[in-house]
């Protein structure tokens, strides 16, 4: 079991580098243009790759953000309770959103198999075939799903959600500093 956390864990780790990396490229991109411009060139399909790199950072890190307690999660309903009616609770929410995950994840993957059996091929500067960009949006939806179907799995076996150890052990830390 040890092996299948380390193995989650570094796939959780691998897809919020991703999502890193591309939060550098779309400086790099816009540094690159800015500059260009003041050299009095244009670099030819730098705002399509930043749209590209944009989707990206948006999807690839979600959970790695997820299992660090980094998503806003509003507890206004959860917080009012306790015992076992906050854990039945939690458990129902844990698995609406990873339904809800999966088939964002579904949508994505079939949207990337349309986009490669009809041969879509993007419409800006440069004609990449369009299902390419759509690879980190599939990946890193899928692997959100897999971190909420991971917690969810986690919880209703008796153990604690790893957002709740962050935001628990980020608490603690806050309140180490401030002494």
Same mark, same amino acid.
């Given at each position: 079991?040890? +092996?299948?956390?380390?193995? @989650? ?8 580098? !991703? +999502? ?7 400086? !790099? ?6 500059? %260009?411009?003041?050299? +009095? ?7 399509? @790759? ?7 950072? !948006? ?23 306790? %015992? ?7 458990? @129902? ?30 419409? +800006? ?14 990946? %890193? ?24 150890? !962050? ?13």
């Amino acid at each position: 079991m040890q +092996g299948l956390r380390r193995a @989650l864990d570094a796939l959780y780790l691998a897809g919020g580098v !991703a +999502g890193a990396i591309a939060i550098v490229a779309i400086g !790099a991109l816009v540094l690159v243009q800015v500059l %260009g411009r003041q050299a +009095g060139f244009h670099v030819p399909g730098a705002d399509d @790759l930043t749209a590209y790199a944009v989707a990206a950072s !948006a999807t690839l890190p979600l959970a790695y953000t997820f299992r660090h307690a980094a998503h806003i999660r509003v507890d206004i309903v959860i917080g009012r309770f306790s %015992g076992r009616s906050r854990h039945a609770l939690e458990l @129902l929410v844990l698995a609406i959103a990873s339904a809800v995950a999966l088939l964002f994840a579904y949508a994505c993957l079939d949207t990337l198999i349309d986009s490669w059996t009809f041969g879509e091929v993007a419409q +800006g500067m440069l004609a990449v075939p369009i299902w390419i960009p759509q690879i980190p949006l599939v990946f %890193g939806s899928a692997l959100f799903a897999l971190a909420l179907v991971d917690d969810l799995v986690v919880a209703a076996s008796g153990g604690e959600p790893s957002y709740r150890r !962050a935001a628990e052990r980020s608490a603690q830390e806050r309140a180490a500093e401030e002494v």
